[in-house]
Structure formats: C-alpha cells, structure tokens
C-alpha cells in the first residue's frame, strides 16, 4: 500500500470515514483505492469474534477462555504471558481477526472497581511488565493489540463521565507509568483510549494524553482507537490525536468531522495524520496475514490449564493442610466445585468451547463426594443444600469449599457496592467448619474479597477468574501434583474501609477525588502500617526458600548507570517448586513523600528441592526516581537507597543499599513570598540570611530564650523559620531593609543560582 499515493488520492469524504468503524467491529473499506476493512475483537485472555451468522455484536465464536488478568498477573512470569499471547495471536490469524483488544492495563484502585479482574494490579511496574510481555507474545504472530483503557479508568460508576481529578506527580508515577512501559517497548499496535475524562477532559479529546506524552513523550507511533463509544467532540478529539473511532457512528461523526476541515476549524494536516494511523494499520494487518495458522483448542485447553496452575495463589497453609492426600475421604462442596466461575461478564466474556471443573477433572476419585451447598442465583441459604454439605462434611476427612463471587457480584459495567462474598455461603463455610477442623476453601473472584472464616479454615487457595480449565489446575494443586507457585499483584485488606481510595470511591457524582495520591494499594498500608489480611506479593509454596547473598555492583552510582543487583534463592524443602523474588527499592531519606518501598524488579524462579539459583536485576534512573511536577520530569534525589529482597512486600528477607546521585537539578526559583526556612536550606541562600541579620542586629537564636518555656521557644523558631521574606521587611524597624533591597537580594540570589 502507497500510503502517500492514497493519500493525495483520497477525497474528504474518504478521509472522514476511514476514521471511524463500518460496523461494530471493522474498519471502513474503500474499493476505489483498494483499501481493505479489518476486524478487531475481544479481548485480552480469549477471543471473542462475533459469528459471522449474527447481528448481534455479543454473540461469538467458540473460543479459548484463558486466565483472566487478575490470575494472570499472579504468576509474575513474563514468559508466561508471552507464552499466553502467542496462542491469542494464533487463534486470531486462524479466524481472520488482526487486532485482538487488549491487554487492560488500568491501575486497580479499589478492589470494588467491577472490572478488575481484566486488570493486572495495582503497581505499576507490575502491570506495565506484565502488559509487555502480553503485547510481545500477540504481536509476534502478526496480530495487533490494542492496550486499554488509557487512562484513568479505574471504576465504572459513571464511567463515560466522571472526572479523574488526579495531581500530575500522582498520574505519571502512578497510573501513567502502567502504560509508559507497554508502549515504549511492546510497542502495542493500537492503543484504547478510556470513556472516562482527566481532570475534566475526556481521554478521547485530551491532548495531553494522546499527542503531548502518548506521542510527544513516549514515542508511540501507532494509532489511536477510542473505547466504544467514547467520543464526545469527534474533531476536537481528531486534532487531540485520536485516530479511529469504534464502532461506527452511522456517518453522524463523519460529517462532523467535513464540517470542521470545510470551515477550517480542523485542519486537514491534522485529519491527514489520523488517517494516515488507520492506513498504517491495514497494512501492518495485510503484512502480518496468515490464515493458514492452525488453532487447536483442545492443546490450547490444555495449556489453560496449566497457566492457571501457576497462577493460583496459596493464601494459607496451616498444619500442611494442602496438599491433600489422594486416599482421604474428602468432601468437594460448593457449586463452584461442578460449575466453576471462570470468567468475568462484559466485553471480555468468552463463548468456551469447553469448561473443565474441579468435579470433572476428579473424575474416577471415588473418595471425593460432592455437595452443592450453596446457590449462585441469589443471596440465599437453601436449608436442605446446607444441611447436605454439613452432614457430608461432618463423615470426611477434609472438606474442600469451592467458594467466591457469583457473576452478578461483579462485572464491567457496574462496581461492587462491597468486599464481602455472599452472606449464604459465609454461613455455609462456618457451619462446615464447626463439624469438620479441616476445611480448605477454593476461591474463584476476579478482586480482593473480605474473609472472615480466615481464622476458621486451615487452607485458603485463591484460584481467582481461572479460565476455562480451571478444574484441572485445582485438582493438580489440591493433590500435590503442581507446586503452588502464584503471588498476589494486589493487597487484600482485611475490610473495605482499610482501603486507600474508600473516603473517594466511586466519587461524588461526576468528579473522582484521587485523594490518596501515589498511595495506592501496599505503599498505602505500609505508610500506614496497617496490617492487611493479605499483603501484595504474599504466596505460599509445598516447599520453602531461604535467601542468601544479596549483593549489590556498586555502593555509590549516578543515576544514568545501572545497578545489577543479585540474591540466591535455595529451594530449601523436599518439592521441586517456583519462587517469586521480589526486589523492593526505597529512598532512606527523601525531602519529599514517598513510600516505604516500591517494587522496582521481579524474577521467578524454578528450584529444584535442593538448589540454589540465582536471581540477577538491573536498576535503572527509574528505580530509584519519583516524578518531579516542578520539572515535570522523574528526578532522583541524591542519597542512600534501601534495597530490598523479599519473598512478598512484608516478608523482606534480605536488605542492603546504595548511593545514587544525578547531574539533575531541581530548579531554585526565590522570591518575597520565599520562607526564612527555605532561604536557609541552601548555603547561598544561608549566607543572604545570615547578612540581613547581621544589618537587623539581632540573633534569632537566642529570641526564645530558656525562660519562654519549651514550647514559646519552639514557637518562636518556627515563627521565623516559616516567614515570608516580606513579612521579614515589614517585622523590622531597620530602615535599610526595605522591600525593593530585599527583592533585589533575592533576584541577585537566583542569578547566582542559575549560573551555577
Ligand atoms: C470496553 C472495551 C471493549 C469494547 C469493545 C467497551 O465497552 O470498555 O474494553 O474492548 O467495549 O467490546
């Protein structure tokens, strides 16, 4: 394709068009010029192709429904993901699809936001390493992704409308740097910009979002799509850098966007750019075609299975409850157990082609019986179901709860109203627990839940939204035969209220205060020391790990150097097993606030019983940096750094620290409005401070003397460390400080800063 040639050729009217969908899924097609329509589909952990036999946009093929997000991000395995994508990149060339929509790579908030288990975590560095290697994985089949919902979209109350109200260290540190990584290195195809506005812009029109750091800052050279439906103001959000809209708006935008080139509120330089993004975009489809591609399910099942199984998370062990022992008399009980919860509702709902459950996959075990429990339909203790589960728990040796949220609790489009699991089966799991000691439960949620039973059940495994073949993964880590390996990308409070976005979650009405700042998720609980019930990074294995040797390249590096850090991990237990090693990085001393400590790097490992591995990072300028709005930029302040390995963010076993230093400079910019204290913080700043005492002849040292009392003297120091140069002036009788001598110390004092 001549996209050049094309261009000239194009009229208006083509242009418009090319830059919104012909359907709900296909880019528009032009004959004329032999430009081809494309598809893009559903969603990040399945395909979800509408049938060609249909109308309707929600119905589609037979898929693959894989681990959703929440699972996912639990492995902390890059490869994995990869791994994940490439079978999603397959199954779209084999049905003709050339942007799969996904990866989600939004922040999680709130554990109630009702869309969180297509979301990765809630650090950021996790999730933008996990998108990654998603993007990577589909992309290298010839298949384009489309990384979503940029940005902000951490709820969905309101949320076409509400505004993320969000101070700009907070945005870039936080919820930007989820999408920096993904873009600049995975190099997504398209990226989804979110329904939601930004400090009252809608993403969809926000040129700050999309051309000054999506394109201007970051580099990306893709296109640009809008969610479904998400724009508001078409040429503004043309001019903004949003290229496509999806899905069609039966012509309405298009002649809006006529409209605005013919009257020049548009220009056709900036119209040009957009649909020169969508050419790009076909073609990069036309060369990545492969029909020929085989998709074979079954093998795909399988391998559904065997991501989950490291996936799983094992949230308690006591008395080595798990692994189960395949000749105990063992109860499965809950509808779970026969009709899993695997997936989350809205637009990342797969059709399966197949479920396997737990029951399923125990097949021919004739000492596992089954009991329902409980119903999912609705809130509900049926009595007899429960009495059922209560008499099959009280004659075996183990029950096994298969428990969690039903879909109604959660799905795109609404947020949870709360953390809790539904009363009927909290009611079920402690009367199961009054006959039988030994209860394990098996959750499958796509969030954080509350767990009050925690105290009253030996075993806990979070299984989460486990893809379609769920079941299999459940029976190979309940018996033993897959190590539990999985640790948990998000915290779980022990309730809601603990929470840091509760006080401003889902917002008043249209506006969403992010009043907690960069303490989102552990860098809230930690800088409040608040315990939670479980923490980020927390895991269990069959096995155990000790560390040992953590070492670091260099005791002092300038911050565009690296540092290579290593730790060995030795599987100390009698199982072969997977560990999860995390590296936690944070400022001793900061003049600013930051958290306690920020995952900065991540490896797993697979230790034999017995051996001793390796686990080797590299830290960058961006691990030690915090973003800096007077230079609207990541500034790393000299001093010592606190590194840390840990087998979760509060099991830290080893620590150790560098110095890191940097050529960067905030600017110093002083003025009448300057406080004494701040004048004094430097020593230029010192020596004008210490010349107007000398001119005022008097020591404000000895003003509080001893028989003000301890608490006037503290005063008195404050008083003046907090004063304003001009309330300096206007504080003294001395004829020679006046205003206009003190502005002109002042500027004489930033002269000699700048040129320094
Ligand atoms: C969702 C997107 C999805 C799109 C197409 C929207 O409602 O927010 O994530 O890709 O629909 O189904």
Known sequence: MNIDKILKELTLEEKASLCSGSDFWHTEEIKRLDIPSIMVSDGPHGLRKMRDDTDNPNEAIKAVCFPCACA??????????????????????AEDVSVILGPGCNIKRSPLCGRNFEYFSEDPYLAS??????????????????????????????????????DERTFHEIYLSAFETPVKEAKPWTVMCSYNRINGEYSSQNKLLLTDILRNEWGYEGLVVSDWGAVDDRPLGIAAGLDLEMPTSNGKNDELIIEAVNNGSLSMKDLDKAVRNVLTLIQKAEDGYAPATKWDKEKQHELAGKIESECAVLLKNDDKILPLDKSAKIAFIGEFADKPRYQGGGSSHINSFKVTSALEAVKGMDNITYAQGFVTDRDETVDELLDEAVELAKNSDVAVIFAGLPESFESE???RKHMRMPDCQLKLIDEVAKVNKNVVIVLHNGSAVEMPFADKVNGILEMYLGGQNIGTAEKALLFGEANPSGKLAETFPEKLSHNPSYLNFPGNMDDVDYAEGIFVGYRYYDEKGIKPLFPFGHGLSYTTFEYSNLTVSENEIKDDKTLTVMVDVTNTGDRDGMEIVQLYVSDKESSVRRPVRELKGFEKLFLKAGETKKAVFHLDKRSFAYYEPDIHDWFVEYGEFIIEAGSSSRDIRLSTSVYVSSDTKLPVHFTLNTTCGEINSIPEGRAMFENILSKIDCDFGDTASDDLGASAKEMMEAMIRDMPLRTLVTFTNVPDITRAKMSEMVENLNEMLAEK
């Open 129 to 166: 390493q996990l998108a990654t290697a998603h993007i990577k994985g589909v992309q290298s089949k010839g298949v384009g992704t489309s990384l979503k919902h940029f940005a902000m979209n951490n709820q969905e109350t309101r949320r076409m409308s509400y505004s993320a109200n969000v």
């Open 72 to 93: 996912l991000a639990c492995s902390f395995d890059r490869k994995l993901l990869t791994t994940l994508g490439k079978a999603l990149g397959e199954e779209c060339q």
């Open 413 to 415: 489009g609404f947020d």
